[in-house]
């Protein structure tokens, strides 16, 4: 049975199933102490599929509801859950009252970034952190922060830029967003590139594990991980706040220096954070490990306001690192070093209207990057000598606009959305090995859901993307000149069932796209940093990704479990190669850009057991299998075990 075929037949069956009387609620969401209200409540109707988020001003509404009783759920991290009996259509006409009482564990966390309409209803495995759980994690890098959580590994190159890996996912397959949008920084293009954002600033953390490219897009082919910060205040209260931390570490000497001030108007806030971090070089049991030291300074200073049914604030923030590269043969009297620094704006604007689209999210996000890959000897007389190998400067973007619209017909509050994403990039330095690009990636997007019935819920969705890339010379690369233009579709078709109370299941099928980047089509000469020497081929072509995700969650009392599965066949998947070669200039192992056809296939098993409301324990396993297909079917080259 073809696929148009299936999608009929659930359409078919979700008229047939739709109840002829619906109804509808709403209600605002309150701090029981301070009375505030409350955004971002995730609230729902047990047993069912039925949810939605409440807005930045605490209010929420729930559409195309069945005649019936129900008990209402109210989730929200740092908040014990609330739940409140409901009688349809009786309590259709009043505004419901709920408050909620703050607490230090929560195990009930909506994914915003996998769920645009707020339904916090999942399609495939995700997690969050936040609250007591991620200062718990909090380290050096976002990399080292997940590692460990079933599903996600960390690529590390010294302690700095340490990224994470997804089931088997790594480099530009994992996109890293800063609040929903790009970040402009290049750390997925290289192992010896740092994300630019100090983990002291994250509010909140959240992966979603599998094909994501419906949403955002290329590059999205493995997961998302979303940094989510409070640069831009989005909820306060009235008057100043603060906060002020430490942490300090033996292994490394480390010591870092966190704080922030906020002051909130009725209707308008100003923020300020600075952070500071150092750290000298690893100490092991066979010594210190030169080359894995660092240094970070980083602020950021935000305005955000609102004004009834509207609510924005725009913010600028700037970072300055300087991190050590450990090397194999290890030269007292040299040394690599990266330089990098990242200034950067971002903004949003979030309104309602009248009409069908009914409310409207407008984001931005763009940045200047800079960054050396400094060679340094060290002389006797104490002089240094130091050679910029490689430097990128770059310039990015990435926009975003959410049209949420009204239920119709058999579909429930979904999305269309337009993103438009885009870099120029100049590589230059003495070993550039790789020309430079410039690209430009609008695409169209729509995200919507089908109730089939109070306990079934379908999600389908497309995205169309357009890119164009072209080339830019250096002095080392003036020969390369091209242009590439590609257009690709992803899609996905979802399923959510909760057949019994705090039981869920979801299924989704995906179709995911990567681009390859300048650095795998061009690349060929020596990448110091990394210590490899690097060779593209111009003939590779798009991956693409066709992924199946299954996940069961079961809740009994102070116990929460979860198993996961999928499978990913990835078309044309780009491999860095080692080719068991050397160059004779550099003296470094050839690494070879090349195309084949990948499998990549595992799961997740986890839970957690809150044991007391201050004590809770977890644990997780997992398992990832990649392999190249179509010819020797040998294990895809820098997977973590």
């Known amino acids: ?136 994690r909090r380290d050096v890098t976002i990399g080292q922060m997940l590692d460990g959580e079933p599903g996600v590994a960390m690529r590390s190159f010294g302690p700095a830029p340490a990224r994470p890996v997804i089931r088997g996912f790594d480099g530009e397959r994992i996109l890293v967003l800063e609040n929903g949008e790009r970040m402009g920084d290049i750390a997925e293009s290289s192992s010896d590139h740092l994300t630019a954002l100090d983990p002291q600033a994250l509010d909140r953390l959240e992966v979603v594990r599998g094909p994501a490219s419906l949403l955002y897009g290329t590059s999205a082919l493995g997961g998302v991980v979303n940094l989510i910060t409070s ?142 890959e400094v060679e340094m000897d060290f002389n006797p007389d104490g002089s240094i000598d130091e050679e910029v190998e490689i430097e990128y400067d770059q310039l990015a973007f990435s926009s975003t606009v959410y049209l949420q619209h009204k239920p119709v017909g058999i579909f429930d509050r979904g999305v269309v959305g337009f993103n438009v994403n885009g870099r120029v990039l100049d590589v230059g330095g003495a070993e550039a090995y790789t020309p430079g690009e410039q690209y430009i990636n609008p695409a169209l997007f729509t995200f919507q859901e089908i109730p089939v019935s109070p306990v079934m819920r379908i999600q389908v969705g497309a995205r169309l993307d357009y890119r164009n890339l072209n080339t830019r010379q250096n002095d080392q690369n003036s020969e390369i000149d091209e242009n590439k233009s590609d257009v690709d579709i992803a899609g996905s078709i979802g399923l959510n069932l909760r057949p019994w109370t705090d039981t869920e299941i979801g299924v989704q099928v995906a179709r995911a796209h990567r681009y390859p980047t300048a650095e795998e089509l061009f690349s060929d000469g020596a990448h110091l940093a990394a210590g490899v020497y690097e060779i593209g081929d111009p003939t590779l072509t798009t991956e693409k990704g066709y992924g199946l995700d299954a996940f069961l969650r079961y809740r009994l009392g102070i116990a929460e479990f979860e198993v996961a599965g999928f499978v990913n066949m990835v078309r044309g998947f780009i491999a860095f190669q080692p080719t068991g070669q050397t160059d004779a200039g550099s003296g470094l192992p050839i690494f070879r850009y090349e195309g084949s056809d990948a499998r990549l296939f595992g799961g997740e098993v986890q839970m957690a057991l809150a044991l007391t409301p201050q004590l809770s324990l977890t644990g997780g396993i997992d398992y990832v299998n990649g392999t190249q297909i179509g010819g020797s079917e040998e294990p895809l080259p820098f997977m973590p075990p």
């Open 1 to 136: 049975m073809n696929f148009k075929i299936i999608t009929l037949l659930l359409l078919l069956s979700t008229i047939i199933s739709l109840p002829s009387a619906w109804a509808q609620l709403s209600g605002e969401v309150r701090d029981m102490e301070s009375g505030e209200l409350i955004s971002n409540v995730n609230v729902a109707i047990r047993g069912t599929t039925i949810g939605t988020t409440t807005d930045d001003n605490g209010r929420f509404q729930l559409s195309n509801i069945p005649n019936g009783d129900y008990i209402l759920i109210s989730r929200f991290v740092g908040y014990q859950r609330v739940e409140i009996p409901v009688s349809l259509p009786a309590d259709q006409n009043r505004v419901l009252q709920i408050e909620m009482r703050r607490s230090i564990i929560d195990f009930d966390e909506v994914v915003v970034t996998a769920s645009p309409t707020g339904s916090g209803v999942s399609y495939q495995p995700d997690r969050a952190f936040s609250g007591e759980e991620l200062n718990r």
């Open 231 to 372: 640069d831009i205040p989005t909820d306060w209260s009235s008057g100043t706040s603060g906060t002020l931390s430490t942490n300090v570490s033996s292994v490394n000497e480390m010591w870092s220096g966190y704080s922030r001030l906020t002051y909130g108007r009725e209707n308008s806030a100003f923020t300020g954070r600075f952070s500071y971090r150092t750290a000298g070089d690893l100490k092991t049991p066979q010594g210190r490990l030169n080359g894995t030291d660092l240094e970070n300074i980083e602020g950021s200073a935000g305005y955000g306001f609102r004004s009834g049914e509207t609510i924005g604030g725009i913010s600028v923030m700037g970072l300055q690192s300087t991190y050590g590269i450990p090397e194999g043969d290890y030269d007292p009297d040299e040394r690599i070093e990266i330089r990098l620094n990242r200034l950067a704006t971002q903004g949003r604007l979030d309104f309602k209207r009248d009409g069908f689209f009914d409310q409207v999210q407008i984001k931005f996000h763009a940045s200047h990057f800079f960054q050396e």
